[in-house]
């Protein structure tokens, strides 16, 4: 069917309900004339849709419940006029949907329960005019993108039930009003680098990840680590959510897929920010650096933030360095009742001199360090060497844990 180049009068232009075949459908450079356009409930069949460079005048635009079929649709360089533009409870299929270099009038623009397919949808420097923009519970599988486009009024975005998106992107994107963004799930982050804002943005409705691949590190596990039975109740152990016993056996660690997330991320943190948001500015830091693993963080600067990230979930869990401080505690007392060279040593000595080195600003602390030492060697003189180096080392990963816990409870009560 090809009507490209058609010229229609002044009058109303009606396909409503009519069912086009399994060719091509082209309507590239129409002139609609001024009246009211429509095609609801239309049938497209399975081969493309074309209305690029079409042009409509100011009537109503209304592709209500229009069934765009299997095939490419593509509105590139499309004018509407400025009536209101309305694609509700539309359908399109697994072909690409592009409406890049469109330009929509006065008019509201409706995309409402909308259902695109897994295709990729390209809004791609469009200039959605004066009216407001609707794209509420939306329906896609695939990427959409609004780079660079031009709104003057409220824009809402927002998925239907489950609907989770592939990705969203609004980079480079002028919005001189409120971005409303709701019930949205996205497998990446939404991208808003360079784009140019002028109302904050509430992002605590919007559940967003990032698509991983598995490494694996290039360290090999020491022998002294023990036989195989060992490891796998280590991996039983590990289970637990509480304490990151996997560090000391697991070799592997996930990655984005896609290096540029890490930054994403970084955009998302500073825009929580703005709306003084700080929890969900944590949540897109932990984000930030977990997508970066194996891109910007590599060798030593990797570890330091891996180790940070299983010990304490990027400042935001108290019990994981809580458990980490109680098992630093029992496996130095085993130390230490393994070095005593007394007999009539226990572990309840073992432990309470664990425990002054454990928390040396603790009022007792001091007592308990000296008690143990008596209890356990006799003197100081007596002390084995290597006990001393597990005291310092000890007290080293003591604070740490502490300075842990303190950041965590920090964080909880930030408001």
């Known amino acids: 069917v090809n009507f490209s180049g058609a010229n229609f009068g002044e009058g109303e232009v009606n396909f409503s309900g009519a069912n086009f075949g399994e060719g091509k459908v082209n309507l590239s450079n129409t002139n609609f004339g001024e009246g009211e356009v429509d095609f609801s409930n239309t049938n497209f069949g399975e081969g493309e849709v074309d209305f690029s460079g079409a042009n409509f005048g100011e009537g109503k635009v209304d592709l209500f419940n229009t069934n765009f079929g299997e ?12 009536g209101e533009v309305s694609f509700c409870f539309a359908q399109f299929g697994k072909g690409e949907v592009n409406f890049s270099g469109a330009n929509f009038g006065e008019g509201e623009v409706n995309f409402s329960y909308t259902k695109f397919g897994d295709s990729e949808v390209d809004f791609l420097d469009t200039d959605f005019g ?3 923009v609707s794209f509420s519970n939306v329906s896609l599988p695939g990427r959409i993108r609004f780079d660079r486009i031009h709104a003057e009024q409220r824009f809402i975005l927002g998925g239907y039930d489950d609907a989770c998106f592939d990705s969203i992107s609004f980079s480079g994107a002028t919005l001189k009003s409120e971005l409303l963004l709701k019930n949205l799930k996205t497998k990446s982050p939404i991208d808003f680098r360079q784009a140019n804002l002028s109302h904050s943005i509430e992002l605590g409705d919007v559940e967003m990840g990032f698509q991983k691949e598995t490494l694996t590190w290039k360290l090999s596990m020491p022998s002294f680590w023990g036989v195989e039975s060992f490891r796998r109740a280590l991996c039983k152990v590990s289970r637990w959510d509480y304490f990151p016993i996997s560090l000391l056996y697991d070799r592997s660690y996930e990655r984005a897929v896609d290096p540029e997330d890490s930054s994403r991320f970084r955009c998302l943190k500073k825009l929580a920010k703005e709306t003084d948001n700080h929890s969900l500015a944590l949540d897109f830091f932990a984000h930030e650096m977990r997508s970066a693993y194996g891109h910007s963080l590599t060798g030593g600067k990797l570890a330091m933030y891996y180790a940070y990230d299983k010990f304490s979930d990027y400042g935001r869990s108290v019990v994981r360095p809580g458990v980490g401080l109680v098992m630093l505690w029992l496996f130095s007392a085993l130390l230490y009742l393994q070095g005593s060279p007394k007999e009539t040593a226990t572990f309840s000595d073992a432990g309470m001199f664990s425990l002054g080195h454990l928390i040396p600003v603790y009022v007792g602390s001091k007592e308990a360090r000296s008690n143990g030492v008596k209890d356990l060697f006799g003197t100081v003189e007596q002390i084995p060497d290597w006990v001393q180096l597990i005291t310092i080392v000890q007290g080293l990963f003591a604070s740490i844990f ?14």
């Open 71 to 82: 095939g490419k649709v593509n509105l590139s360089n499309t004018k509407f006029g400025e």
């Open 402 to 415: 502490i300075f842990l816990i303190a950041l965590a409870l920090r964080n909880h009560f930030r408001h």
């Open 130 to 132: 004066e009216g407001k």
